[in-house]
Every structure is written in C-alpha cells, then in structure tokens.
C-alpha cells in the first residue's frame, strides 16, 4: 500500500485536481481554483505552516465577493498540526469522511450488467443532464446537474476524456457515474458514483464500474482512484481496490 500511496501524493494531487478550473492561483504551496458559479477549490501536496495558509483563504474569501463557497481538500495522512482548528475558526465545517480507493482498473471490468440492465455512456446534452439529475436525487442536499453540465460538456469540447455513463432499467436511469482520465499519467477518476436505494445490492453499480473501466483502458488508462463514500467503497475493495487515505472535504458558504 505504501506504494500505491506514494502513487497517489505523486501523480493525484494539485494539478490534477483542478482540470476544469476557470483559473488557478499559487499561493506557497496551495492550489486555489474558481469555477463557475463562484467556487473555490483548495488544494495542495504538502502544507507548511497550516493557521497561516488557511488565514490567507479567509483573507481572499472575505477580499473577493464573488466568492460564494469554498473547499479546501484535506487527507487524513498529511501532517498538519492545528489545521482543523484554523479551518473551524475561519468558518469552514467537515463535511464526511471518504475513503480514497486505488488500483489495477484491470480488475474491476468483468463485471456483465445484470439482466434487464442497460450500461450506457451519455453522449447528449440531454442525456448527461437526465444521468446528473438522477445523481442529485440520490444526493440530496444542494443540487449539482445544473453547474455540472455545463462544466462536462465544456471539458469535452476542449478535447477532455471525461465521461458520463449510466445504468437503465426498462428505460429509467437507476445509477450513474464519471470517469475522468488524467492527462499525462495512466490514472483515471471515477466520480458521482450513484444508485437509487431500490436497485442497490443488485451488481448494477459493480456493471457501471466496469463499463468505466474499461473505457478508460481503452485509453490508455491503468490504474483507477476513487473518492469513495462508504456505499461504494466496500464494492470497491470487492474488485480489488485499496484504500489508502482517507479524506474530509471541509466547506464554506457565503452568508446571504
């Protein structure tokens, strides 16, 4: 697992993090990129002086309006003392904690989809829209589809190999996932993984992945990571992936 976890800080962090971003900024050793719809995302490698960093954030959120949320990406196997309490202090709150799942993407595409199932990739606008707002239903909480899009459709018209697939049955989408390869490395993402409460445990999400996988290896791909909540993680390490951090999303929002 050492291994793979040298892998991961090596080839997984910062710039590839930030593929989409509308612009990067360097700040020491962070990577803060907007999106659309004013967001920040806030990354790094290693963290020096963790109460000093997190103060120059707050400081460009409370200088910039058009900020209106935040994340900053934190990994359990990092060294930065006092980094939570700086985060709590400047108004950001742990969101849940994700397994971060790696390994051979050959080992996860024998998987036949179950019968009276049909994987897919989404190729339509429309269709992808239809995949992200199934996501959101599973979700709950704040509603993604409508920034997603856009955002999806815009890294494959720049030639991006990210791919949106989904899972139907008799029509209707019942799962749906991404799969996001990283230019320049032999990585891949596989990302939003979700599946409605009345199809799971059926091997239909396990059929999804390996749909994903193999696409991705049909790129060129070897090796798939995943941020994984604890619905996908145990399928995950069911194909042969392994855990090797884990990571919390800490958030802020703008008050009205």
């Known amino acids: 697992m050492t291994d793979l ?3 991961y800080d090596a080839h997984l962090r910062t710039a590839s993090e930030v593929l989409g971003a509308t612009s990067v900024d360097r700040i ?42 935040a994340e900053w990406k934190t990994r359990t196997h990092d060294h930065a003392p006092g980094l939570e309490d700086a985060l709590t202090r400047a108004g950001f709150a742990a969101e849940g904690v994700e397994s971060v799942m790696l390994g051979d993407a050959g080992t996860l595409v024998d998987v036949p989809a179950p019968e009276g199932v049909t994987v897919r990739q989404m190729t339509t606008p429309a269709d992808i829209r239809a995949a ?22 815009e890294r494959q018209a720049r030639g991006e190999g990210v791919e949106v697939w989904a899972a139907e049955v008799d029509g209707r989408i019942v799962s749906v996932g991404r799969i996001d390869p990283i230019p320049g490395t032999a990585f891949a993402g596989i ?12 091997g ?4 999804l992945t390996a749909a994903r996988a193999r696409s991705a290896i049909s790129r060129g791909v070897r090796w798939i990571h995943s941020d994984s909540t604890e619905f ?6 069911r194909a042969g992936l392994v855990k090797v951090t884990e990571t919390v999303p800490w958030t802020w929002e703008r008050s009205a």
């Open 5 to 7: 976890l040298a892998a």
């Open 28 to 69: 020491g050793p962070l990577w803060a990129a907007r999106y659309e719809g004013g967001r920040l995302f806030v990354t790094y490698a290693e963290l020096d002086d963790p109460a000093a960093r997190v103060a120059q954030i707050a400081a460009l959120i409370a200088a910039d309006e058009s900020i209106v949320q």
């Open 132 to 153: 992200l707002d199934m996501q959101d239903e599973v979700f709950g909480g704040t509603p993604y589809a409508e920034r997603l899009l856009p955002e999806i459709l």
């Open 191 to 202: 990302w939003g993984g979700a599946t409605l409460a009345n199809y799971r445990g059926r």
């Open 204 to 207: 239909i999400y396990r059929a």
């Open 232 to 237: 996908s993680r145990p399928i995950l390490e």
